[in-house]
């Protein structure tokens, strides 16, 4: 089976800055596409960045500029660096990642649990 660990997030001021960590554990042959997405109360998920493998990258809009997506291949760990915060950004975090596993080599949609990030005006 495979997990998806999020962590790093919290409650901080607006201006200020998060790092949010999702790490990939399990039986994995492979990892193409990690991303990030949030849900905001009342809201549907909604895209906030990927980064394929070989270090590709897409932004919603409203987040270029502000966020930085990476990842550690070593490590099967996708970041989001998150600066300038806004309270509309107040939402839950959700790590998801296409994986292909030992067993099945055809690539699956995986989410984490999610982690709450919080910023007060």
């Known amino acids: 089976q495979v997990q998806l660990v999020e962590s790093g997030g919290g409650l901080v001021q607006a201006g200020g800055s998060l790092r949010l960590s999702c790490a990939a554990s399990?039986?994995?042959?492979?990892?193409?596409?990690m991303g990030w997405y949030r849900q905001a109360p009342g809201k549907q998920r909604e895209l906030v960045a990927v980064?394929?493998?070989?270090?590709?990258?897409n932004y919603a809009d409203s987040e270029k500029g502000r966020f930085t997506i990476s990842r550690d291949n070593a490590k099967n760990t996708v970041y989001l660096q998150m600066n300038s915060l806004k309270p509309e950004d107040t939402a839950v975090y959700y790590c998801?990642?296409?994986?292909?596993?030992?067993?099945?080599?055809?690539?699956?949609?995986?989410w984490g649990q999610g982690t709450q990030v919080t910023v007060s005006s």
């Open positions: 980064i394929t493998s070989g270090g590709s990258t």
């Open positions: 998801h990642a296409l994986i292909a596993t030992m067993t099945l080599r055809v690539p699956h949609g995986y």
């Open positions: 399990g039986s994995i042959f492979s990892i193409n596409v």
